[in-house]
């Protein structure tokens, strides 16, 4: 079946480094993919998403582009900031599939 | 503002004794969901819904119960909760696949 696995955390980093959550993926049509942020206490969030192979999805600051050779999704930021101290979320929806299909979360914790 | 609410937002139960749990969207939107967040074990869908009156189960049903009357409600029913229904439940609401909305959760404990 679908399953999408996310480098395991938690990841500490100091604010303004260069960010990178590894997500890869695997489908057996053609997913859209998707970054989902949950702050503490709250829901999760759609960060991003891409539809079709080298897609790129960005949202503040935040990129992710769609290899389908590599089957990954990888999250990237250059610039950390303290209010990006999260659990991010990837996540995976095939066609025909009524669901997301989620990876483990990545806790992140930016440093001032 | 387009949001997804749920009730209530912590709520501590015995064994047993029937429970539900609401949800509500504004946006319209057809689809809608339920989810549990496990430590460990990530989110898995419970159950969900592609238009009013169509329900079906997702990865973890047992347990739980749906209904779908009205397009903007989603209540999520345990007729009768156990221990191992501890968790932090989301619902979620989407167009298309383009992306789900998700309410802000709610932590249930069965004791």
């Known amino acids: 079946g679908d399953s999408v696995t996310q480098m395991e955390g938690p990841v500490t980093l100091s604010e303004e480094a260069f960010l990178t959550i590894n997500c890869t993926y695997t489908a057996t049509g053609y997913p859209s993919l998707f970054w989902y942020v949950q702050y503490p206490g709250e829901g999760l969030q759609l960060l991003l998403k891409?539809?079709?192979?080298?897609d790129k999805g960005s949202n503040k600051g935040f990129e992710a582009t769609y290899r389908k050779e590599t089957t990954s999704f990888h999250l990237e930021k250059g610039s950390v900031q303290v209010s990006d101290s999260a659990v991010y979320f990837c996540?995976?929806?095939?066609?025909?599939?009524?669901?997301?299909?989620f990876g483990q979360g990545t806790r992140l914790t930016i440093n001032p | 503002e387009a949001q997804v609410t749920q009730n209530p937002r912590y709520l501590i139960t015995v064994t047993g004794k029937k429970l539900t749990v609401t949800c509500s969207q504004n946006m319209n939107h057809e689809y809608m969901s339920w989810y549990r967040q496990d430590p460990g074990l990530g989110l898995r869908q419970i159950y969900y819904?592609?238009?009013?009156?169509?329900?079906d189960k997702g990865d973890v049903p047992e347990g739980y119960k749906v209904s779908r009357k009205e397009k903007r409600n989603f209540p999520l029913i345990l007729e009768s909760p156990s221990p191992n229904q501890t968790s932090l439940y989301f619902c979620?609401?989407?167009?298309?696949?383009?992306?789900?909305?998700f309410g802000p959760g709610t932590r249930l404990t069965v004791t």
């Open positions: 996540a995976l929806s095939d066609q025909g599939a009524q669901k997301l299909v």
């Open positions: 819904s592609m238009n009013v009156e169509v329900t």
């Open positions: 979620a609401s989407s167009r298309n696949r383009g992306g789900e909305y």
């Open positions: 891409a539809t079709k192979a080298d």
